[in-house]
C-alpha cells in the first residue's frame, strides 16, 4: 500500500497522543470516580462530532517531548444539541496539565475561533498552574504576556468552565473570566496551590478553606453551582448553554412548552402570605411563573436574599431577578449587589429580557456594608442597569422601598411596571417611619400611632402608583404568567431580531 510507513507512524502518534499519561494513571482516576480528559469531551458532546485540535503537540522542551501527549490540554470543535461549540479539556495526567508555551498557543487558537465564528467556548479545568522551568527567569518572560488578548473579555460568544480537581494557573484564570462556573465538590480554585500558599503564609492551609466549593459558591461567588460528580457538571453545561444563543448577535434558541406549564401559577397565590412580615420563598413564585422544569438559579448560595434565574416563558429564555424574604427579608446587602449586577451583564450580552419581581425593604444598612464599599455597589447596580438594552419588566409584588425601588428597575427603570394588589411603594415600613418622622412607637401611644401609620400608608398602595401612570398595570397575582409572556413580545426587539446593544459586553469579569 502506498504511503504505508507514513499511515503507520500517524497510527502510532495517534495512539500515543490518546494513551494522555498512560495506563496507571488512567485506572487511579477510574478508581477515584473521576472521568478523564477525554472521557469528559465524549460525555459532554454529541456523538462522534469532535474535531480535535493540536493531537500531535508536545512540550517545546526537549526533556519532556516524550512524555507530554497533546501537550496536557485536550482542544478542539464539537457539537452540543447540534450547535458547534469550542472547548479545552486539562489533561491533568500530563504533567498536571500545567501550562506550557505550546499549550496555550492551543487555547489561543480555539479562543480566536470560537470569537471569529460565533462558538460557545468551554473550559474543563484541572491544571496545577504554570510549567516549569518553561516560565523561569529571562527567557519565561519573553513567553508570557505575548498576546495582549489573552485575558481580554468581550462576550461575544458564551464562556462556561467546570472546576474539576485541582485547579490553578490557567483554569482559574479562565474560570474568572467565564460566564458559567459549576464546580465538582472536593475540587479547589485558588491563585496558587495550598502547598505553595501555606509557605508563603508560613502557616498550614486546608484546600478547603483556601479554595473549595463553600468558599467559592458562598463566600466569593466565583462559582455559581457545586455539584457531586464529573457528570453532573457537565450537564449543567449543556443546560446553561440552552438557554443562550451561539454567540451575540443572535436571538437566544428557543425549546417546546413542557404540558401543563400554565397551571402552577393559578395557585400562585398559595405561595404569598397576607401579612407583609410573613416571608416565603420567591423562588417557588418564579418555578410557578415560568415553563414547567426550565428554572435553573446562578449562584444560589451567594448573595441570597435575591435570587437571579436563567428560565424560560413561552419556550423563550428569560432571566429573572427576584427578591427572596426568605433571607434576610429580602433586603440588598453587598453580595447581593455583585450578584444582580453580574447576572444583568450576563443577559444582556446575549439577549436575554429580564424580569424583576420585587419585594424588598431596601438595601441592608450597617458597618460592614460601608466597610465592603456598598454606596458603590449600588451604584455599580444603577450604572449597569442603564446601560441594559434588553427588554426589562418589573412586577411589583409586595415591599418596594426607598432607592432599591430605582434599582430593583421602578419607575422608567423599566419598559413596562405592574403592580400586584398588595404591592406597597413606601420609603421604609410604616412602622419605622412614624418612629423615624413623628418620634413615636406603639408603646409609647397606641392610638396616635395607629392614626400616624395609616396616614403613612395612605399614599403608598398600588392604586396610588397605578393613578400617577408610574406603573403601567395592576393585575391579578394569578395572571402573571400571561402577562409577562405578551409584555415581552410586544417589547422583544423584533426590529433587531432579538439583539441588543451590548453595551455591558466589555463589563469586568470579577469586581
Known sequence: ??????????????????????????????????????????????????LESGRFAVGIRAEVRDKTPADAKVAGFARIAGREIALVSNDFTVLGASSSVINMKKIKHVKQVASKRGLPLVFLGESSGARMPDRMGAAGRAIIAQDPTEYQRLRETPWAAALLGPCY?????????????????????????????????????????????????????LADLAVETDEQALDAIKRFLSYLPSHNMQPPPEQPVAPGSNEPCRQILELIPESRHQVYDVRKVIKAIADLDSSLELKERYGKSVATVLARLAGKSVGFIANNPLFKGGALDADACQKVTSFMVLCDSFN??????????????????????MPGKVINWMNALSQVTVPKITIILRKSYGQAYINMAGGKGADEVALWPMADLGFMDPAVSVNVLHGVTQEDDPARFKRLVAEVERDTSAWALAELYEAQNVID??????????????????????????RLANWPTSY
Open 1 to 50: 500500500m502506498p504511503f504505508e510507513d507514513l499511515l503507520k507512524q500517524l497510527r502510532k502518534r495517534t495512539e500515543r497522543a490518546l494513551a494522555m499519561g498512560g495506563a496507571d494513571k488512567l485506572a487511579k482516576r477510574k478508581a477515584e470516580g473521576h472521568l478523564n480528559a477525554r472521557e469528559r469531551i465524549d460525555y459532554l458532546i454529541d456523538p462522534e462530532s469532535f
Open 169 to 221: 494557573g490557567s483554569s482559574t484564570w479562565y474560570s474568572a473570566m467565564s460566564d458559567f462556573v459549576v464546580m465538582r465538590k472536593g475540587a479547589i480554585m485558588a491563585i496558587a496551590s495550598p502547598g505553595v500558599t501555606s509557605i508563603a503564609i508560613n502557616k498550614p492551609i486546608d484546600p478547603e478553606d483556601l479554595g473549595g466549593w463553600k468558599l467559592l459558591t458562598g463566600v466569593s461567588g
Open 352 to 373: 436575554v429580557p429580564l424580569v424583576f419581581l420585587v419585594d424588598v425593604p431596601g438595601f441592608l444598612i450597617g458597618v460592614e456594608g460601608e466597610m465592603r464599599g
Open 477 to 502: 397575582p394569578r395572571d402573571t404568567r400571561d402577562y409577562l409572556i405578551h409584555a415581552l413580545t410586544v417589547h422583544r426587539m423584533r426590529l433587531k431580531n432579538g439583539v441588543g446593544e451590548h
